[in-house]
């Protein structure tokens, strides 16, 4: 093993002596973490424990060749690196275990993640953006396996970016665009189609990222053999290394326990995709896990004698405190009294961070105890107001949990009773939940001035001499008003740049404002996915697109575990504004025609969700977007890019608001809320009811995450008193959901006369061809057998049977 003090620059043996046993302490500190955070779950102190313990190395490394402006996008292995970094502490690491909620104390998630999950603040108390240039980064961590992948892929994009595009304000964002993307994966998790789809990516775009493979032969229980060709993910991604004649990555391959060939390493990555813009993947092999996978196994049940031995025997923590004793750095008696005062300190922090968690439970206990009694002793259930009592006061560690069910379930006693006492305990029990309820919900959206739902309408505004033209031309020349108004506006996806998108909502944006604004990409929906988001969380404002709505799916465990929840689970210090745009609705038959409302509303809750019924409309929602920080779904209707629209001359400019109906109709019989494509039908359903004497009043959801905020749906059955919901999903999708909306929230059952009803799309997927849509999909003649049979159950004589 070398053991020469090179770095970047050379420094005298007594610097490196110095950094050599700073390193060892920052290992050993992480390792003792690690021991006494499983040995906490496994008393019961914390739910689940899961640690970084056989990855120390390595870590150490990779922090060495962080620098300023960096980002990392890994997973839940990573505590040597952030305690490298300075942006973890023992204290903190077990405030993230015990789950507390308090940004303060468990400045991660405030428990709204588990131990291991890691993040920087990139935001400003108001939402506006820190200098990210003068601070080390991290986006914020998922479980979900290989999850961290593609949005990395857009982190190092974003270096790309500010390198290349002159006209950008990147101040706050980049230096040149010499920023690092470095990302963390285990070994097993390489097996995943996210982590193929990035490196193939990065190869083709060349963008400054390095992959770290963690390597330990294992996938929680299951070994290398199952996982990867080869059994070796280095030599199976031979055909990506790069050549003189051809650009891909480089490739480095290193043993997790060998110090100064991890530095050498990482180094060399660290100046490659610094300086050439070249992906470099760094395989650390020779790894181990010393506790297995988490808390909930162990790893004797699965590896031999024979590998728990060589495991033990080359523990990567072990091998450099053995290095740093052969090579004179240090001896073992320093190196003993080092360890033992770091136990001492992970210990006094574990202490620390349990009283301070158990601080503020144990006093609501004592003052809800006392309410208790004091109920108990004016209430003729005294007997099981005493029992909760006792039971509570049992608990020598309660939770918030035991409070608020204590509280309950007292107040079931009180039922009838009208006393101070019992008052008392109520207004506990409200200001309790009250309190505590946000620090499980709040940052699901933007909680800031400029959130989305603030942005006022602004309507289109039409010259005397109106142009009337396709609908893709208004949102073509839209977007063209937004890539002069908004330098950091990109546009990118499957046949986006060259002929300017499927439909030619972007023809002729790339020749005029050049292939790094308007782009290309392959057919890859995670990734273009990915792309936005690490753009959006660098500061860039991308518009990512997905040719189909119907492919949205190949995308959506990014969309759901990662960009959906970015605001929420950081506790509004980051903010990924990434814009979505699709195509949905009715076309031809199984795979283009896609309406799947409901289960995109159901899993997409954090970002906006958005169904224009025409361009106009849509063009009008990506102003809206861009004037706000938050990101969002916008559903353009597949049909209607030729269908003839008014040219405003406000663009860029005019607003549609978003969470906000529209009344396309009026009327005074029947309610009739639709979206997109659909209303259109609608509408020609309603001329024709007319004409039985059915006046029909038609509403535009057109937002349906939010929907509605103001509660117009409901005035309108106050008026009408009933109310039919159309939609082209399928039955219980997102027709059910408005319906939710309309009756439960808004409460407008208090003003029917008649059952609302749906009328929603066939079970199965549509089937191909204009006899396919009919037949599958809502139709005119549905819509108006559906009114008509609503009026015919409330007045059969003026609207007798029809068939």
Not at 502 to 511: A, M, R, S, T
Not at 627 to 648: F, Q, T, W
Not at 699 to 708: H, M, N, R, V, Y
Not at 780 to 791: G, M, N, S
Request: charged share 25%; net charge negative.
């Amino acid at each position: 093993m070398d053991i020469s003090p090179r770095t970047s620059n050379d420094i005298s043996f007594d610097d490196f002596r110095a950094q050599i046993l700073k390193d060892y302490k920052t290992a050993f500190l992480s390792r003792t973490c690690s021991l006494i955070g499983r040995k906490e779950v496994l008393t019961g102190k914390a739910k689940f424990g899961i640690f970084g313990d056989g990855k120390e190395l390595p870590q150490l490394a990779m922090a060495r060749s962080f620098r300023n402006g960096d980002f990392r996008s890994g997973y839940y292995r990573d505590q040597t690196f952030m305690m490298a970094l300075g942006l973890l502490t023992p204290k903190a690491m077990f405030h993230a275990l015990y789950a507390t909620t308090d940004m303060e104390k468990e400045p991660m998630s405030a428990g709204r993640q588990m131990i291991g999950h890691y993040l920087t603040y990139s935001l400003n108390e108001d939402g506006s953006w820190k200098d990210l240039t003068k601070q080390k980064n991290t986006a914020p961590d998922i479980s979900c396996t290989a999850g961290q992948m593609p949005r990395l892929l857009g982190l190092a994009q974003a270096s790309k970016v500010y390198r290349e595009l002159k006209n950008i304000d990147s101040a706050k964002f980049s230096v040149n665009g010499n920023e690092v993307a470095w990302g963390t994966i285990g070994n097993a998790s390489t097996s995943e189609g996210m982590f193929f789809e990035t490196i193939n990516a990065a190869g083709v775009l060349q963008v400054p990222m390095v992959i770290s493979i963690w390597d330990d032969d294992y996938g929680i229980s299951v070994p290398q053999e199952y996982h990867t060709t080869k059994e070796d993910i280095s030599k199976a991604l031979e055909g990506f290394q790069r050549d003189e004649a051809q650009p891909g990555f480089e490739i480095l391959k290193v043993k997790g326990w060998d110090y100064t060939g991890l530095m050498h390493a990482y180094e060399n990555a660290s100046d490659i995709a610094r300086d050439e813009h070249v992906p470099v993947l760094i395989h650390v092999t020779e790894l181990t896990q010393p506790q297995g996978h988490s808390t909930s196994g162990s790893h004797e049940r699965y590896k031999s004698e024979e590998r728990l031995k060589w495991e033990t025997e080359n523990d990567c923590n072990k091998r450099f405190k053995e290095w740093i004793i052969e090579s004179g750095i240090s001896d073992e008696e320093e190196l003993n009294a080092i360890e033992l005062e770091i136990k001492k300190t992970v210990r006094a922090a574990k202490k620390e961070a349990w009283a301070e968690y158990l601080e503020a439970h144990l006093e609501q206990k004592r003052i809800l105890v006392q309410l208790l009694n004091k109920a108990a002793s004016t209430s003729q259930n005294k007997a099981f107001i005493t029992k909760l009592t006792n039971d509570l006061q049992a608990i020598e560690e309660p939770i918030k949990r035991d409070l608020a069910a204590t509280a309950r379930k007292a107040l079931r006693y009180l039922l009838g009773h009208d006393s101070v006492e019992k008052k008392n305990l109520l207004d506990w029990t409200n200001g309790f939940l009250e309190k505590e309820q946000p620090n499980y919900s709040d940052h699901l959206y933007s909680e800031n001035a400029n959130k989305a739902t603030n942005i006022a309408a602004i309507p289109p505004e039409y010259s005397a001499k109106v142009k009337v033209v396709d609908g893709r031309m208004i949102l073509k020349d839209n977007f063209d008003a937004l890539f002069h108004k908004y330098p950091e506006i990109l546009v990118f996806g499957e046949d986006s740049g060259a002929i300017g998108d499927v439909n030619q909502g972007l023809e002729g944006l790339q020749e005029k404002h050049g292939k790094l604004r308007v782009a290309d990409t392959g057919i890859r929906e995670t990734t273009i996915i990915g792309q936005g988001l690490g753009m959006a969380l660098r500061g860039l404002r991308p518009i990512a697109e997905i040719q189909y709505l119907d492919y949205i799916f190949y995308a959506m465990p990014t969309l759901t575990d990662d960009v959906a929840t970015i605001r929420y689970r950081t506790v509004g210090k980051q903010k990924a504004p990434l814009i979505v745009r699709t195509r949905g609705h009715r076309l031809e038959g199984i795979w283009h025609s896609g309406s799947p409302m409901g289960g995109l509303i159901h899993v997409l809750r954090g970002m906006y969700i958005l169904s224009p019924r025409d361009m106009t409309r849509a063009a009008g929602f990506y102003n809206t977007l861009m004037k706000s920080d938050e990101p969002a779904l916008v559903i353009e209707s597949l049909n209607g890019y030729r269908l003839k629209e008014r040219m405003p001359n406000n663009l860029g400019e005019f607003c549609t608001p978003i969470g906000v109906v529209e009344t396309i109709k009026t009327g005074a019989d029947i309610t009739l809320v639709s979206y997109g494509s659909t209303l259109r039908i609608v509408m020609e359903a309603a001329k024709e009811l007319q004409e039985v004497g059915i006046d029909a009043e038609v509403i535009d959801a057109q937002s349906l995450l939010p929907f509605d905020i103001e509660h117009d749906v409901v005035k309108s059955v106050q008026k009408t008193n009933r109310l039919l919901v159309i939609d082209e999903d399928v039955p219980g999708g997102c027709s059910a959901y408005l319906l939710n909306e309309i009756i439960e929230k808004q409460g407008a059952y208090r003003y029917l006369d008649s059952a609302p009803q749906t009328l929603t799309a066939k079970a199965h997927r549509p089937a191909y061809g204009s006899d396919g849509d009919y037949f599958s999909k809502p139709n005119t003649e549905d819509v108006f057998e559906k009114v008509y049979a609503i009026l015919n159950e409330s007045d059969p004589e003026e609207y007798p049977n029809l068939r």
